[in-house]
């Protein structure tokens, strides 16, 4: 097998292919330009689109040409889902967002060199095209009976789908000729949900132009109970910042569960096999040190943050917990981890609260007796030095950057409260 899949299927990221051996002996040739699509249907790309990202990374080591396409078209319709029909942004809020993410991929892929990678937006080529030529260039080639066979389609046949969802795929296909024409590109990569639209791009550039071209699908990841990787309860993971603070982002790698955590070190870890496999007998036979854990979670925030905001959030986790002092965090460190623990908001007059009040006002406990049981035990503390009287306000001077202050209960329950005034 070809060098670039065989680590790409160690990696667990090969689920489907056009034929595997055609596509090992084209990328055997010589140098392939492949491309990836992301669509501006929100204004940060997250860690499903990650996921394509590292397969391009992965091409691209092993000599072939990445195309990151944002779809600035595609974006304005959007990809049909399963249960209902999605809603259209407007023009200039796609426009806006094809920036954002054409920013953000630019990041995560290199440029330089004879296989530098190019950005594309699908805008360019479908803004003068005219309804009448897309209908007999493009419309000709695809039966309406292999449409309507699409999984997508049919789970949307009883509830209804507009005809605008349901064109989705020849806007999609039209992308792969244009740049099997503009480019040479051989390859286009995805998740497995994708899957019907790659595979009728590979055969519009046969039909069109005689043209043989190649797919490759990606599997849906998942956490251990069968629900979407990527997803908190607070919602995505986002790759934006802004959306989801570096110390959040390394946050929730930390938490992944250990039947999975080798399986996401495979994917977006940057550590060797041997490596990877002396994380999983750690994993294995002394789980609470959650070495793979801090490796993942360290790898993929440096890779999407930099190491620098990496180094951050792990301070701010020290800190948190005890472990480093809090007053070396910053107010916007301090801002992202109150959002990201609840945001709780307090409005003091004069007279700064207790830490009774401040620990029921951020649910560490469930009533102020609690608290201030808490505090007689000697499990209370505020900023990390432990408290001993309950009702003593804190002081203006104890405030973190002025208006935060860190709760904590033990040693793993924490809360941080904004105190404004």
């Given at each position: 097998?070809?060098?670039?899949?065989?680590?790409?299927?160690?990696?667990?990221?090969?689920?489907?292919?056009?034929?595997?051996?055609?596509?090992?002996?084209?990328?055997?040739?010589?140098?392939?330009?492949?491309?990836?699509?992301?669509?501006?249907?929100?204004?940060?790309?997250?860690?499903?689109?990650?996921?394509?990202?590292?397969?391009?990374?992965?091409?691209?080591?092993?000599?072939?040409?990445?195309?990151?396409?944002?779809?600035?078209?595609?974006?304005?319709?959007?990809?049909?889902?399963?249960?209902?029909?999605?809603?259209?942004?407007?023009?200039?809020?796609?426009?806006a967002w094809v920036e954002r993410i054409r920013a953000q991929v630019s990041g995560l892929i290199d440029f330089d060199g004879p296989n530098g990678a190019i950005v594309v937006n699908n805008y360019d080529w479908t803004a003068s095209l005219s309804t009448l030529d897309f209908l007999r260039d493009i419309g000709k080639h695809f039966s309406?009976?292999?449409?309507?066979?699409r999984e997508v389609v049919k789970a949307r046949l009883e509830t209804g789908i507009s005809y605008t969802e349901f064109s989705y795929v020849l806007l999609q296909s039209l992308d792969y000729l244009e740049l099997f024409r503009q480019h040479g590109c051989t390859l286009q990569h995805g998740g497995s949900d994708q899957w019907g639209n790659i595979t009728a791009g590979v055969d519009l550039i046969r039909r069109a132009e005689g043209g043989k071209a190649h797919g490759l699908a990606t599997p849906l990841l998942t956490k251990a109970d069968g629900t979407k990787f990527g997803k908190t309860e607070s919602g995505t993971v986002w790759l934006d910042a802004e959306m989801t603070s570096p110390y959040a982002f390394h946050q929730f790698f930390l938490n992944a569960e250990d039947v999975k955590v080798i399986e996401y070190l495979k994917i977006f870890g940057n550590r060797t096999r041997d490596e990877i496999a002396e994380l999983e007998r750690l994993t294995a036979e002394e789980p609470f040190r959650r070495a793979a854990q801090r490796a993942l979670a360290d790898d993929v925030t440096d890779l999407v943050h930099g190491r620098q905001e990496r180094e951050a959030a792990t301070a701010a986790a020290d800190a948190l917990f005890g472990r480093a002092e809090l007053g070396s965090l910053p107010a916007a460190t301090l801002a992202a981890v109150h959002k990201e623990l609840g945001g709780t908001v307090l409005v003091a007059g004069e007279t700064l609260p207790s830490i009774v009040d401040l620990l029921t006002a951020t649910?560490?406990?469930?009533?102020?007796?609690?608290?201030?049981?808490?505090?007689?035990?000697?499990?209370?503390?505020?900023?990390?030095?432990?408290?001993?009287?309950?009702?003593?306000?804190?002081?203006?001077?104890?405030?973190?950057?002025?208006?935060?202050?860190?709760?904590?209960?033990?040693?793993?329950?924490?809360?941080?409260?904004?105190?404004?005034?």
């Open positions: 097998m070809n060098l670039a899949l065989e680590e790409l299927s160690w990696r667990g990221l090969v689920a489907l292919s056009t034929d595997v051996e055609a596509l090992s002996a084209h990328l055997d040739a010589g140098q392939v330009t492949f491309y990836i699509g992301f669509d501006p249907t929100a204004p940060s790309i997250h860690m499903g689109n990650l996921v394509q990202m590292i397969v391009a990374r992965t091409l691209q080591k092993h000599g072939h040409r990445p195309i990151l396409l944002v779809g600035g078209s595609t974006g304005m319709i959007g990809d049909p889902k399963q249960t209902a029909e999605r809603v259209m942004n407007p023009k200039e809020t796609v426009t309406v009976n292999r449409m309507l066979d649910g560490i406990v469930p009533s102020r007796s609690a608290g201030r049981r808490a505090v007689d035990e000697g499990g209370a503390y505020l900023n990390n030095d432990k408290v001993t009287d309950p009702d003593a306000p804190m002081g203006v001077e104890g405030l973190l950057a002025g208006r935060y202050a860190v709760v904590r209960r033990g040693r793993k329950t924490v809360g941080v409260v904004d105190v404004q005034r």
